[in-house]
């Protein structure tokens, strides 16, 4: 405790000094709108650079002189210079009013070459130069979204390596993972506040997807390795606007949408957006409907307080789709790709509803404060077979679960952020709490376990019963969980070439007891309450040989409380993490290339994951609350990411990552698993590329073709290997590696814009595999097509 509070002390101590040769501003439009994003610069002093924050607001210091001139610029937009006498006492203040309006900017913006080190991360919630952050982040844009007629987040993630679909267990759900750990419902955000992964998200509405890779757990405490997914959404506009468009596709797929906004009056703006959407499937009697809306309101309460309300509502159905299955658990069975082997009657029906806001108040030009309220509700209602394990003749047993539940989700957090010096030394504080309330109600219902039987291989073997069979409320649980966490850190800039990022979170998560009540007896059960707690420091140092270059290293440590219990119902032990990172990042030929290349390792005391047999050490275990702790594992690899924009109108993204992520660390002993092998779902290599270009002069402006390709590599499924085990074979299931492309083109004239893409060009055939029992063929060649009307 006493090196904490030496570490804050140390951290607060420049309250109490003034700023030397520093500048501050504001830069706004010609509209007296706040301009974000602009380039801000003291002229000839290499790296002595900063862009204006959301808020327009921008600051600098470590000036040296008494007169320098201060450059404001931004790709598309004319320079402007102006010259400052620090002759005087306590900072000077410099604003700036570009000659375009609002909406002038936002065009030249979208169509601006910005790189892969010119995008800030909200989720990172501090604006900090990526370049003078010790950490790889990610920015998927609108223009990609909208370019590759993104449908899913995975069609969004596929941009990012190292960032991969692993699984889509009965296509209900995609669930992500990074440099080899899985991600769940903790390492999702929207808007900044955990969000629900058990439904797939509406992509329309996304203004971006942000990535921060590596570790984030002194930003949002229990978080898994590897990285954290923050999907941020449209927001209101003070000039009116807007679209409608409509989709269409392959098996039936039909996707009206619309986008409108404006100004209510001079201080009030709004926004609203929505879709439904219907498909059929290349998955036999496999369908879907969508209906989302997503409005909100931005208040400015005064000239230094703003008040932004957001909320959305997601209502889907879906058919539950286990794919085509296993054979004897040892391979994928060789069944046509549009093989269904459900009932016809099967149902996933979920809803989704948040509600947030968000207060931002600027104390004055260097320090504001920020306070979000957000509520969630998740509702589920799900009735299917499922877990195709068939024999090696085809044969299987199938089984029927229904699963209803609702969640309830209830976050708040305070950040305080700004700038002060210490003497010639520049810190960017942030320091704040949050909290959070999660219930979770469910129940069991007295269904058959066993539906009926069916052969995968010859569907006419059996004769498939057609009925739904009845299923009562057997037990009700409720399960309440409660987090809170404290955290301080400083980018304190030792000079223009010299960074240090350090600090320090607290973090607590109990987990109440679990009550759960037996409906049939009229009785009460309570479970075992479990409180964790643990400091998670972090330290970065970043070295800027030039403003083009900048490289950096880090650590952070971390714990993961690991939820549920052993088969024996004891509470598991927290999981410790440790995390290595060391980087380079490069802007060049004025930012028409960045390519940044990371190294990392992650090294996890303990991994928890779900038991794979019930505590008789026989009965395979289907209840994913049971878990087991592994021993350690090691993921360490290497991630390069390029992003260009040669000329106007070409944009090209690349990336590769490798990976290498085993058991390092197992104990001898009949169960425990193997040491050195690959855990399944974690793939060596991935890798992406797109090239989009729109013309820009004669016949044909307007006219955008482009191309992209993803690559999966080889990869286990099934079962990672036990030491004498009962298999006398391998329960790993080799899955190749995969490429798709896609192409598209488009046409804008006038307010109205025409986009086609053809995914899949050459109709690769691959799966995504969960564990051993849902095996899901990739979406074979699609047409997609889009015409929006601007309004």
Not at 283 to 304: A, C, H, M
């Amino acid at each position: 405790m006493g090196k904490l509070l030496l570490l804050i002390g140390f951290l607060f101590s420049g309250f109490i000094s003034t700023a030397q040769n520093s500048i501050t501003g504001t830069i706004t439009t010609s509209d007296g709108q706040k301009a974000a994003m602009v380039n801000v610069q003291v002229k000839g002093q290499n790296g002595n650079t900063t862009h204006s924050d959301s808020k327009g607001n921008y600051s600098l210091t470590n000036i040296s002189g008494g007169k320098s001139t201060i450059v404001v610029s931004f790709v598309g937009l004319k320079t402007q210079e102006k010259t400052v006498d620090f002759s005087g006492a306590g900072p000077a203040v410099l604003n700036f009013i570009l000659s375009e309006n609002a909406q002038e900017l936002e065009e030249v913006i979208v169509s601006a070459k910005k790189g892969l080190n010119a995008q800030p991360v909200s989720v990172g919630k501090v604006n900090i130069n990526p370049m003078d952050l010790p950490q790889s982040i990610a920015v998927i844009g609108q223009t990609v979204i909208r370019d590759q007629q993104s449908q899913r987040l995975s069609d969004v993630i596929k941009n990012v390596n190292g960032v991969y679909l692993s699984t889509t267990r009965g296509s209900t759900q995609e669930s992500f993972s990074a440099r080899g750990y899985a991600f769940s419902s903790t390492n999702m955000f929207k808007n900044g506040s955990r969000v629900n992964s058990g439904v797939m998200p509406e992509v329309s509405s996304l203004e971006k997807v942000e990535i921060l890779k590596g570790s984030a757990a002194i930003l949002y405490g229990n978080v898994s390795p590897g990285g954290i997914i923050n999907m941020v959404t449209k927001q209101p506009k003070f000039n009116y606007g807007g679209e409608f468009s409509i989709r269409s596709g392959s098996y039936g797929l039909i996707k009206p949408s619309f986008d409108v906004y404006g100004p209510l009056s001079k201080t009030i703006a709004f926004r609203v957006n929505g879709t439904y959407e219907r498909a059929d499937s290349y998955r036999d009697k496999v369908q879907s409907k969508r209906f989302y809306i997503n409005p909100s309101v931005l208040f400015k309460l005064g000239k230094r307080t703003e008040l932004l309300l957001q909320a959305d509502y997601l209502d889907t159905d879906f058919t539950p789709d286990f794919g085509i299955g296993s054979l004897n658990n040892t391979k994928i069975a060789d069944v046509p790709r549009s093989a269904f082997f459900g009932t016809s009657w099967q149902y996933n029906k979920a809803k989704q509803t948040t509600a947030t806001a968000t207060v931002k108040h600027d104390l004055n030009n260097n320090w504001n404060i920020n306070f979000t309220g957000s509520y969630q509700q998740y509702k589920r209602d799900y009735y299917s077979t499922e877990r195709i394990q068939a024999d090696a003749d085809g044969d299987w047993g199938r089984p029927l679960n229904k699963i209803l539940s609702t969640e309830n989700y209830v976050i708040g957090q305070v950040d305080l952020k700004g700038k002060f010096n210490t003497g010639k030394i520049v810190h960017t504080l942030l320091a704040g709490v949050d909290a959070d309330n999660y219930s979770t109600t469910s129940f069991t219902f007295n269904n058959p376990t066993l539906y009926d039987s069916l052969n995968i291989l010859n569907p006419g073997k059996f004769v498939q019963r057609t009925d739904i069979p009845a299923a009562n409320k057997v037990t009700k649980a409720q399960t309440p969980l409660n987090r809170m966490g404290i955290y301080v850190q400083d980018l304190i800039s030792l000079s223009a070439k010299f960074k240090l990022l350090a600090g320090l979170r607290w973090s607590q998560q109990e987990s109440r007891p679990v009550t759960t009540t037996y409906l049939l007896k009229d009785s009460i059960a309570k479970g075992i309450r479990k409180k964790d707690d643990a400091f998670s420091p972090r330290v970065g140092l970043v070295y800027k040989p030039s403003p083009i270059m900048s490289v950096f290293a880090s650590y952070a440590n971390s714990f993961s409380v690991n939820s549920g219990t052993d088969v024996f119902n004891n509470a598991l032990s927290p999981s410790i993490i440790d995390q290595y990172e060391i980087g380079i990042k490069n802007d060049f030929f004025k930012g028409k290339l960045s390519a940044n290349l990371t190294f990392y390792k992650i090294i996890n005391n303990n991994l928890a994951q779900t038991a794979q047999f019930a505590a008789d050490g026989i009965t395979p275990n289907n209840n994913t609350a049971l878990k087991e702790l592994v021993g350690e594992t090691t993921s360490d690899g290497i991630e390069l990411d390029i992003s260009s924009q040669p000329v106007k109108g070409l944009n090209i993204l690349a990336g590769y990552s490798y990976n290498n992520m085993r058991y390092t660390d197992i104990k001898p002993g009949k169960g425990n698993y193997i040491e050195g092998e690959r855990l399944v779902n974690t793939p060596a290599h991935t890798a992406n590329s797109s090239i989009f270009y729109t013309f820009q002069k004669g016949k044909v402006t307007g006219l955008k073709i482009g191309a992209a390709a993803f690559y999966t590599g080889k990869r286990f499924g099934g079962w990672n290997n036990t030491q004498q085990q009962v298999q006398t074979y391998s329960r790993l299931i080799p899955v190749d590696g995969f490429t798709t492309v896609d192409i598209s083109a488009g046409y804008t004239f006038s307010r109205i814009s025409l986009l086609a893409k053809v995914s899949n060009l050459f109709n690769t055939y691959n799966y995504y595999v969960h564990e051993n029992y849902s095996i899901n063929p990739i979406a074979p060649r699609q047409v997609i097509g889009t015409i929006a009307i601007k309004l």
